[in-house]
Nanobody, 121 residues
Framework: QVQLVESGGGSVQPGGSLRLSCAAS????????MGWYRQAPGKGRVLVAS???????NYADSVKGRFAISRDNAKNTAYLQMNNLKPEDTAVYYC???????????????WGKGTLVTVSS
C-alpha cells in the first residue's frame, strides 16, 4: 500500500556532500514522523535524524552540525543533506516513515530498501 524509495546515494571523498531523498507513495492520508537510519558494515541500524510533521528535528550526536533533515509534506518527501562527510559515515541509509494509510485511524511504520553512501579517498 505504501512504498518508500530512497535516492541520492553514491561515492564521495571525505569532506564532500550528498543529498538523499525519500519519496513516499501509495494510499497515504498523512505522514507523521519521517526519519533516516543507517547501517554500517557489521553493525546495527541506528537513527541518524528524524523530523515530525510539525515540530523539532532530532539528530544523532555524530552528525549534528553536518547533516540536516527536511521534508516537503505536499510531496510526501524527506531529505537528508549531508555535508563534511567522513569515512565513518559510510553505510546503507534507510528512510522510515510513520504513515497513516487512507481508511485507518493509526499510523504504520514503513521502510525503504536503502541507498548506499560510501565516503573514501
Amino acid at each position: 500500500q505504501v512504498q518508500l524509495v530512497e535516492s541520492g546515494g553514491g561515492s564521495v571523498q571525505p569532506g564532500g556532500s550528498l543529498r538523499l531523498s525519500c519519496a513516499a507513495s501509495g494510499s497515504i492520508f498523512s505522514i507523521n514522523t519521517m526519519g533516516w537510519y543507517r547501517q554500517a558494515p557489521g553493525k546495527g541500524r541506528v537513527l541518524v535524524a528524524s523530523i515530525p510533521r510539525i515540530g523539532s528535528t532530532n539528530y544523532a550526536d555524530s552528525v549534528k552540525g553536518r547533516f540536516a533533515i527536511s521534508r516537503d509534506n505536499a510531496k510526501n518527501t524527506a531529505y537528508l543533506q549531508m555535508n563534511n562527510l567522513k569515512p565513518e559515515d559510510t553505510a546503507v541509509y534507510y528512510c522510515s516513515a510513520d504513515v497513516v494509510v487512507v481508511g485507518r485511524p493509526y499510523g504504520t511504520n514503513y521502510w525503504g530498501k536503502g541507498t548506499l553512501v560510501t565516503v573514501s579517498s
